[in-house]
Protein backbone atom coordinates (compact mmCIF):
# COMPACT_ATOMS: atom_id res chain seq x y z
CA UNK A 1 0.00 0.00 0.00
CA UNK A 2 1.70 3.24 -1.07
CA UNK A 3 1.92 5.95 1.81
CA UNK A 4 -0.19 9.25 2.01
CA UNK A 5 1.08 11.76 -0.45
CA UNK A 6 2.67 15.11 1.38
CA UNK A 7 0.90 17.52 -0.08
CA UNK A 8 2.72 20.63 1.10
CA UNK A 9 5.89 18.74 -0.07
CA UNK A 10 4.79 18.60 -3.34
CA UNK A 11 3.06 21.64 -3.72
CA UNK A 12 6.63 23.12 -2.74
CA UNK A 13 8.13 20.88 -5.28
CA UNK A 14 5.87 22.22 -8.09
CA UNK A 15 6.46 25.51 -7.36
CA UNK A 16 9.97 24.98 -8.19
CA UNK A 17 8.92 23.62 -11.01
CA UNK A 18 9.03 20.15 -10.75
CA UNK A 19 7.46 18.40 -13.50
CA UNK A 20 7.08 14.78 -11.87
CA UNK A 21 5.71 16.60 -9.20
CA UNK A 22 3.06 18.15 -10.93
CA UNK A 23 2.27 15.07 -12.85
CA UNK A 24 1.52 13.50 -9.05
CA UNK A 25 -0.60 16.70 -8.10
CA UNK A 26 -2.66 16.44 -10.66
CA UNK A 27 -3.55 12.62 -9.93
CA UNK A 28 -4.02 13.16 -6.05
CA UNK A 29 -6.34 16.02 -6.95
CA UNK A 30 -8.17 14.06 -9.64
CA UNK A 31 -11.22 13.25 -7.50
CA UNK A 32 -11.31 16.57 -5.94
CA UNK A 33 -11.52 18.24 -9.31
CA UNK A 34 -13.84 15.94 -11.32
CA UNK A 35 -16.42 15.66 -8.66
CA UNK A 36 -17.00 20.13 -8.82
CA UNK A 37 -16.33 19.80 -12.61
CA UNK A 38 -18.54 17.23 -13.07
CA UNK A 39 -21.74 18.67 -10.94
CA UNK A 40 -21.04 22.63 -12.74
CA UNK A 41 -20.29 21.31 -16.14
CA UNK A 42 -21.49 23.44 -18.98
CA UNK A 43 -23.99 21.54 -21.81
CA UNK A 44 -21.66 21.60 -24.71
CA UNK A 45 -18.31 21.02 -22.72
CA UNK A 46 -16.43 17.55 -21.98
CA UNK A 47 -15.55 17.12 -18.52
CA UNK A 48 -11.87 16.32 -19.31
CA UNK A 49 -11.54 19.64 -21.23
CA UNK A 50 -12.78 21.51 -18.26
CA UNK A 51 -10.92 19.70 -15.63
CA UNK A 52 -7.50 20.62 -18.06
CA UNK A 53 -8.92 24.42 -17.93
CA UNK A 54 -8.92 23.95 -13.75
CA UNK A 55 -5.74 22.15 -14.11
CA UNK A 56 -3.84 24.25 -15.85
CA UNK A 57 -4.92 27.43 -14.05
CA UNK A 58 -4.17 25.65 -10.84
CA UNK A 59 -0.57 25.34 -11.80
CA UNK A 60 -0.20 29.01 -13.21
CA UNK A 61 -1.34 30.51 -9.91
CA UNK A 62 0.08 27.99 -7.16
CA UNK A 63 3.33 30.15 -7.30
CA UNK A 64 1.33 32.70 -5.65
CA UNK A 65 -0.12 30.23 -3.17
CA UNK A 66 1.07 30.19 0.11
CA UNK A 67 0.05 27.59 2.63
CA UNK A 68 -2.18 29.00 6.00
CA UNK A 69 -2.24 26.97 8.90
CA UNK A 70 -5.35 24.83 9.66
CA UNK A 71 -6.53 25.50 5.91
CA UNK A 72 -6.05 22.68 3.51
CA UNK A 73 -4.32 22.88 0.25
CA UNK A 74 -7.87 21.19 -0.60
CA UNK A 75 -10.04 24.04 -0.18
CA UNK A 76 -8.26 26.21 -2.16
CA UNK A 77 -8.06 23.48 -5.21
CA UNK A 78 -11.88 23.70 -4.47
CA UNK A 79 -12.76 27.97 -4.92
CA UNK A 80 -10.36 27.54 -7.92
CA UNK A 81 -12.45 25.07 -9.69
CA UNK A 82 -15.74 26.12 -8.75
CA UNK A 83 -14.93 29.34 -9.82
CA UNK A 84 -13.56 28.58 -12.86
CA UNK A 85 -16.92 26.40 -13.48
CA UNK A 86 -18.83 29.04 -12.82
CA UNK A 87 -16.41 31.39 -15.45
CA UNK A 88 -17.21 28.13 -17.84
CA UNK A 89 -21.05 28.73 -17.50
CA UNK A 90 -20.95 32.13 -17.95
CA UNK A 91 -19.04 31.66 -21.11
CA UNK A 92 -22.32 29.47 -22.43
CA UNK A 93 -23.80 31.81 -24.42
CA UNK A 94 -27.44 30.23 -25.73
CA UNK A 95 -29.51 28.00 -23.14
CA UNK A 96 -31.39 25.36 -24.59
CA UNK A 97 -35.18 25.34 -25.28
CA UNK A 98 -36.74 22.56 -23.24
CA UNK A 99 -40.13 20.87 -24.57
CA UNK A 100 -42.39 18.50 -22.43
CA UNK A 101 -42.01 16.00 -25.07
CA UNK A 102 -38.24 16.18 -24.29
CA UNK A 103 -39.09 14.26 -21.15
CA UNK A 104 -38.79 10.57 -20.32
CA UNK A 105 -42.19 9.12 -18.75
CA UNK A 106 -40.42 8.87 -15.39
CA UNK A 107 -39.11 11.99 -15.75
CA UNK A 108 -42.34 14.06 -16.87
CA UNK A 109 -43.95 11.95 -13.12
CA UNK A 110 -41.01 14.06 -11.42
CA UNK A 111 -42.08 17.30 -13.40
CA UNK A 112 -45.92 16.85 -12.52
CA UNK A 113 -44.84 15.91 -9.10
CA UNK A 114 -42.69 19.25 -8.63
CA UNK A 115 -45.15 21.67 -9.96
CA UNK A 116 -48.57 20.19 -9.45
CA UNK A 117 -47.98 18.22 -6.49
CA UNK A 118 -49.22 15.14 -8.17
CA UNK A 119 -48.86 11.14 -7.47
CA UNK A 120 -46.03 10.70 -5.27
CA UNK A 121 -42.81 10.06 -7.20
CA UNK A 122 -42.01 6.33 -8.28
CA UNK A 123 -39.15 4.58 -5.94
CA UNK A 124 -36.58 3.49 -8.63
CA UNK A 125 -36.44 6.28 -10.56
CA UNK A 126 -33.29 8.34 -9.62
CA UNK A 127 -31.89 9.02 -13.04
CA UNK A 128 -35.14 10.86 -14.22
CA UNK A 129 -35.12 12.97 -10.77
CA UNK A 130 -31.58 13.98 -12.00
CA UNK A 131 -31.93 14.36 -15.30
CA UNK A 132 -35.49 16.51 -14.62
CA UNK A 133 -32.91 18.28 -12.12
CA UNK A 134 -29.67 18.93 -14.88
CA UNK A 135 -32.42 20.58 -17.05
CA UNK A 136 -33.98 22.82 -14.61
CA UNK A 137 -30.66 24.10 -12.87
CA UNK A 138 -29.42 24.68 -17.36
CA UNK A 139 -32.41 27.15 -17.40
CA UNK A 140 -30.81 29.50 -14.46
CA UNK A 141 -28.23 32.06 -14.50
CA UNK A 142 -24.73 30.34 -13.53
CA UNK A 143 -25.00 32.20 -10.45
CA UNK A 144 -28.34 30.48 -9.57
CA UNK A 145 -27.46 27.20 -11.02
CA UNK A 146 -24.15 27.26 -9.15
CA UNK A 147 -25.79 28.02 -5.51
CA UNK A 148 -28.66 25.37 -5.87
CA UNK A 149 -26.01 22.55 -6.93
CA UNK A 150 -23.49 23.67 -4.07
CA UNK A 151 -26.64 23.67 -1.63
CA UNK A 152 -29.61 20.94 -3.02
CA UNK A 153 -27.23 18.74 -5.23
CA UNK A 154 -23.67 18.38 -2.81
CA UNK A 155 -25.45 19.30 -0.01
CA UNK A 156 -22.74 22.10 1.07
CA UNK A 157 -23.48 24.37 4.29
CA UNK A 158 -24.34 28.13 3.63
CA UNK A 159 -21.01 28.95 5.28
CA UNK A 160 -18.76 26.46 2.67
CA UNK A 161 -20.64 28.01 -0.38
CA UNK A 162 -19.68 31.65 0.87
CA UNK A 163 -15.87 30.12 1.26
CA UNK A 164 -15.99 28.96 -2.32
CA UNK A 165 -17.62 31.33 -4.02
CA UNK A 166 -16.47 34.30 -2.05
CA UNK A 167 -20.18 35.74 -1.21
CA UNK A 168 -21.32 36.57 2.00
CA UNK A 169 -23.31 34.06 3.96
CA UNK A 170 -26.72 36.21 3.68
CA UNK A 171 -25.96 36.92 0.14
CA UNK A 172 -25.72 33.22 -0.59
CA UNK A 173 -29.32 32.34 1.31
CA UNK A 174 -30.78 35.43 -0.92
CA UNK A 175 -29.70 33.79 -4.01
CA UNK A 176 -31.04 30.39 -3.02
CA UNK A 177 -34.07 31.69 -2.52
CA UNK A 178 -34.11 34.06 -5.63
CA UNK A 179 -32.99 30.95 -7.49
CA UNK A 180 -35.82 28.71 -6.40
CA UNK A 181 -38.15 31.01 -6.96
CA UNK A 182 -37.04 31.17 -11.02
CA UNK A 183 -36.93 27.56 -10.85
CA UNK A 184 -40.77 27.32 -9.99
CA UNK A 185 -40.77 29.40 -13.25
CA UNK A 186 -39.11 27.44 -15.49
CA UNK A 187 -41.15 24.37 -14.36
CA UNK A 188 -44.03 26.20 -14.76
CA UNK A 189 -43.38 27.67 -18.19
CA UNK A 190 -42.47 23.95 -19.53
CA UNK A 191 -46.35 22.68 -17.92
CA UNK A 192 -47.59 26.04 -19.93
CA UNK A 193 -45.84 25.53 -23.40
CA UNK A 194 -46.76 21.81 -22.99
CA UNK A 195 -50.79 22.74 -22.98
CA UNK A 196 -50.60 25.76 -25.41
CA UNK A 197 -49.23 23.59 -27.96
CA UNK A 198 -51.58 22.10 -30.64
CA UNK A 199 -51.76 18.78 -30.63
CA UNK B 1 -54.48 15.35 7.41
CA UNK B 2 -51.16 15.59 6.43
CA UNK B 3 -50.50 19.68 4.85
CA UNK B 4 -49.26 18.75 1.22
CA UNK B 5 -45.35 19.30 0.62
CA UNK B 6 -44.29 23.17 -0.41
CA UNK B 7 -42.76 23.72 -3.45
CA UNK B 8 -39.01 23.95 -1.74
CA UNK B 9 -39.99 20.56 -0.08
CA UNK B 10 -40.82 18.79 -3.28
CA UNK B 11 -37.53 20.14 -4.77
CA UNK B 12 -35.65 19.06 -1.84
CA UNK B 13 -37.30 15.58 -2.08
CA UNK B 14 -36.50 15.65 -6.30
CA UNK B 15 -32.91 16.76 -5.59
CA UNK B 16 -31.96 13.67 -2.85
CA UNK B 17 -33.64 11.29 -5.27
CA UNK B 18 -31.19 13.03 -7.76
CA UNK B 19 -27.91 12.75 -5.67
CA UNK B 20 -28.67 8.88 -6.30
CA UNK B 21 -27.75 8.97 -9.92
CA UNK B 22 -24.76 11.33 -9.35
CA UNK B 23 -21.87 9.01 -10.23
CA UNK B 24 -18.89 8.33 -7.71
CA UNK B 25 -16.42 6.68 -9.95
CA UNK B 26 -13.68 8.82 -10.85
CA UNK B 27 -11.18 6.78 -13.62
CA UNK B 28 -7.81 7.69 -13.73
CA UNK B 29 -6.81 10.19 -15.98
CA UNK B 30 -5.30 9.42 -19.24
CA UNK B 31 -1.43 10.02 -19.42
CA UNK B 32 -1.50 12.39 -22.28
CA UNK B 33 -3.98 14.66 -19.97
CA UNK B 34 -0.97 15.35 -18.26
CA UNK B 35 1.17 15.78 -20.87
CA UNK B 36 -1.43 18.94 -22.27
CA UNK B 37 -2.23 20.49 -18.62
CA UNK B 38 1.80 20.58 -18.01
CA UNK B 39 2.42 21.69 -22.20
CA UNK B 40 -0.42 24.55 -21.44
CA UNK B 41 1.37 25.26 -18.37
CA UNK B 42 5.30 25.71 -19.77
CA UNK B 43 3.52 27.93 -22.33
CA UNK B 44 1.60 29.98 -20.76
CA UNK B 45 3.47 30.88 -17.49
CA UNK B 46 1.35 33.50 -15.51
CA UNK B 47 2.78 37.34 -15.52
CA UNK B 48 4.64 38.17 -12.02
CA UNK B 49 3.50 41.32 -10.71
CA UNK B 50 6.73 42.96 -11.80
CA UNK B 51 6.15 42.29 -15.63
CA UNK B 52 2.34 43.03 -15.01
CA UNK B 53 3.51 46.55 -14.02
CA UNK B 54 5.81 47.18 -16.81
CA UNK B 55 3.32 46.04 -18.68
CA UNK B 56 0.71 48.38 -17.91
CA UNK B 57 2.91 51.39 -16.37
CA UNK B 58 3.42 53.24 -19.50
CA UNK B 59 -0.47 53.04 -20.56
CA UNK B 60 -0.77 54.25 -17.31
CA UNK B 61 1.40 56.89 -17.95
CA UNK B 62 -0.36 57.98 -20.89
CA UNK B 63 -3.68 57.45 -19.45
CA UNK B 64 -3.38 60.05 -16.24
CA UNK B 65 -1.71 62.44 -19.01
CA UNK B 66 -4.82 62.56 -20.96
CA UNK B 67 -7.19 62.67 -18.02
CA UNK B 68 -5.14 66.03 -17.08
CA UNK B 69 -5.05 66.90 -20.58
CA UNK B 70 -9.28 66.44 -20.44
CA UNK B 71 -9.56 68.36 -16.89
CA UNK B 72 -7.63 71.07 -17.95
CA UNK B 73 -9.63 71.96 -20.77
CA UNK B 74 -12.74 71.75 -19.14
CA UNK B 75 -11.50 73.95 -16.20
CA UNK B 76 -9.65 76.66 -18.92
CA UNK B 77 -13.35 76.69 -20.92
CA UNK B 78 -15.12 77.16 -17.71
CA UNK B 79 -12.93 79.98 -16.71
CA UNK B 80 -13.46 82.72 -19.74
CA UNK B 81 -17.26 81.56 -19.49
CA UNK B 82 -19.99 84.74 -19.04
CA UNK B 83 -21.63 82.89 -15.65
CA UNK B 84 -24.66 84.16 -13.83
CA UNK B 85 -23.55 84.34 -10.18
CA UNK B 86 -25.85 82.50 -7.70
CA UNK B 87 -26.88 85.14 -5.73
CA UNK B 88 -27.98 87.60 -8.45
CA UNK B 89 -29.72 84.13 -10.10
CA UNK B 90 -31.94 83.90 -6.69
CA UNK B 91 -32.53 87.15 -5.60
CA UNK B 92 -34.35 87.53 -9.38
CA UNK B 93 -36.41 84.13 -8.85
CA UNK B 94 -37.40 85.52 -5.21
CA UNK B 95 -38.25 88.86 -6.31
CA UNK B 96 -40.69 87.41 -9.53
CA UNK B 97 -42.17 84.82 -6.63
CA UNK B 98 -43.03 86.98 -3.70
CA UNK B 99 -43.68 90.30 -5.22
CA UNK B 100 -46.22 90.86 -7.43
Known amino acids: MEPPMDVSRCVQRVQSGDLVAANGLIDHLNPLVRRIVRNHLPRREGEEDLMQEVFVKLLQKLEGYRERPGIPFEHWVSRLAVRTCLDALRAERSRPEWRWADLGEGSEQWLDYLIHQAEPPPGSSSPDALAVVLELLAHLSPPDRLVLTLLDLEERSTLEISQLTGWTRPMVKMRAMRARRKLRQVARQVMKSEFEEPT | ?100
Open chain 2, 1 to 100: MKPSPTFEERWKRLTSRARMSIPDDFPELPPAFHTRVLAHWQAQPVESWEDLLATLGGRAVWAVVAVCAIAAGFVFTDFHEARISRPELEHVITLEAWIP
